[in-house]
């Protein structure tokens, strides 16, 4: 089994900035794309900025100049350090991540259960 923990939401005004963090555990050969998504209520799920094994990061162009995803594979963590928050970032974001398991190398994709980020004046 493979956990994703998430941490770091929470209320923050317009203009202000959060950094989430994933950290995952568990029977891990290796951790391969990891990515942070998000859901604003009654909107689709969405992928917000990505950092795959191999490759360039990626970003919504909503977010882009203002977030940043980074990786930390000997710990096998995921930061998004963002910054500029406006009203239109509020939502749950979740951690996502494909993952090689050890014992059996099954590739998997895993969730974190999700952190509320609250952008308000």
């Known amino acids: 089994q493979v956990q994703l923990v998430e941490s770091g939401g929470g209320l923050v005004q317009p203009g202000g900035s959060l950094r989430l963090s994933c950290a995952a555990s568990g029977r891990i050969y290796r951790v391969n794309f990891m990515a942070w998504y998000r859901q604003a209520p009654g909107k689709q799920r969405e992928l917000v900025a990505a950092?795959?094994?191999?490759?360039?990061?990626t970003y919504a162009d909503s977010v882009k100049g203002r977030f940043t995803i980074s990786r930390d594979n000997a710990k096998n963590t995921v930061h998004l350090q963002m910054d500029n928050l406006k009203f239109e970032d509020t939502a749950v974001y979740y951690c996502?991540?494909?993952?090689?398991?050890?014992?059996?190398?099954?590739?998997?994709?895993?969730w974190g259960q999700g952190t509320q980020v609250t952008v308000s004046s």
């Open positions: 950092f795959p094994s191999i490759g360039s990061t």
């Open positions: 996502n991540a494909a993952i090689t398991e050890r014992v059996l190398g099954v590739n998997r994709n895993y």
